[in-house]
């Protein structure tokens, strides 16, 4: 069976640069806060998941001051985003997992309801797909898995808007792909998903 990788993409949780638009309702510190907690709990459930290596992608590089003092948890593998937008981000290490024989799930920190159990159902549905995605409410997606790479689905993105996830299933279409849609799930974006999106440990006050 093709080995699963979950690749998390994640900024370092530096008040005034991660979850800007939170911060009129939680301060640069309690974002910061928010964002660092998100952090955990997706490497939680991605490791609970069980279904294959754990790499978490960084922005700025591992080695970088930002992530000082950061605990992570033992097992991830570790690499930088390097540089261009989402896309050449997400394309390198979606592309080096394949080459590498592996299958691989690219997933953010945004989304609570990306639990270990919807990351297992992904990567077993991957088994007998080309791809599968978890469409977001905003119409993006928190996960994307492949099994094979193609740069279109990374290239010429409109990134942050509603039009990701339908243009993503367009281009796998064109691809002639096997696609699995899970579960239409809810980022933490906006100061109205605060509401929605129940974080364990963290209170929004």
Same mark, same amino acid.
């Given at each position: ?6 690749v998390?993409? @994640?900024k ?9 638009r ?5 301060? =640069?510190?309690?974002?910061?806060q928010?964002? =660092?907690r ?5 490497l939680? $459930?991605?490791l609970t998941?069980?279904?294959? /290596?754990?790499?978490?992608?960084m922005?700025?590089? +591992?080695?970088?001051p930002? #992530? ?12 930088? $985003? ?6 050449a ?12 024989g ?5 997933t953010?920190?945004?989304? /609570?309801?990306l639990? =270990? @159990?919807?990351?297992?159902l ?17 119409g993006g997606? +928190? ?7 193609? @740069?279109?689905?990374?290239e010429?993105m ?18 002639? #792909?096997?696609v #699995?849609?899970?579960?239409t ?5 906006? +100061?109205?998903?605060l509401l ?10």
């Amino acid at each position: 069976m093709t080995p699963v990788r979950i690749v998390i993409f @994640a900024k370092a949780p530096v008040p005034g640069r991660v979850k800007t638009r939170l911060i009129p309702v939680l301060g =640069a510190a309690g974002a910061a806060q928010l964002a =660092a907690r998100m952090l955990d709990r997706a490497l939680a $459930q991605a490791l609970t998941a069980t279904v294959g /290596p754990v790499e978490l992608c960084m922005s700025p590089a +591992p080695d970088a001051p930002e #992530w000082t003092g950061i605990p992570f948890p033992a097992g991830i593998d570790v690499s930088d $985003q390097g540089g261009g937008d989402l896309g050449a981000r997400m394309a390198r290490p979606a592309q080096r997992a394949v080459a590498r024989g592996e299958a691989v799930l690219l997933t953010g920190t945004d989304c /609570p309801d990306l639990s =270990a @159990a919807r990351l297992r159902l992904a990567a077993a549905e991957l088994a007998g797909h080309d791809a599968v995605l978890y469409p977001a409410a905003d119409g993006g997606y +928190p996960l994307l898995g492949l099994r094979a790479f193609d @740069a279109s689905l990374f290239e010429d993105m409109p990134w942050s808007t509603p039009a990701v996830a339908d243009l993503t299933l367009k281009r796998l279409a064109a691809l002639g #792909w096997k696609v #699995w849609v899970g579960d239409t799930l809810s980022d933490i974006d906006e +100061p109205a998903d605060l509401l929605r999106g129940a974080i364990p440990g963290f209170r929004v006050v």
